[in-house]
């Protein structure tokens, strides 16, 4: 399985960006997508989590301003960010995860997004 993560990029404060995750190969339901950032200087955390069943779950400060969605026949998942800030820049990763059998752990290449104040 291989993620493709695209639509970062360089925005002004307020701006929004939406991010989008594609998966190629076999993935199956019961798994869970994610959204990941990182940045520099700081470890890796989470963003947003959605389920095979459309359960989604947000930090704190993803919480009203980022929407994830996935599209389960197509293998994609998107992250709507509104209202980015300049403490919203980072690399992002999407995530797949199935603690299930068949088990996997499947990590996208990154999508780096820029926000000036």
């Known amino acids: 399985v291989q993620l493709q993560a695209s639509g970062g990029g360089l925005v002004q404060a307020g701006e929004s960006l939406e991010l989008t995750c594609a998966a190629s190969?076999?993935?199956?339901?019961?798994?869970?997508w994610g959204w990941y950032r990182q940045a520099p200087g700081k470890q890796r955390e989470m963003v947003a989590t959605?389920?095979?069943?459309?359960?989604?779950r947000y930090e704190e400060f993803a919480e009203g301003r980022f929407t994830i969605t996935r599209n389960n026949a197509k293998n994609t998942m998107l992250l709507q960010m509104n209202d980015l800030k300049p403490e919203d820049t980072a690399t992002y990763y999407c995530?797949?995860?199935?603690?299930?059998?068949?088990?996997?752990?499947?990590w996208g290449q990154g999508t780096q997004v820029t926000v000036s104040s």
């Open positions: 995530r797949t995860r199935r603690v299930y059998s068949p088990r996997y752990d499947y």
């Open positions: 190969g076999g993935v199956f339901s019961g798994d869970v």
């Open positions: 959605v389920s095979s069943g459309g359960l989604t």
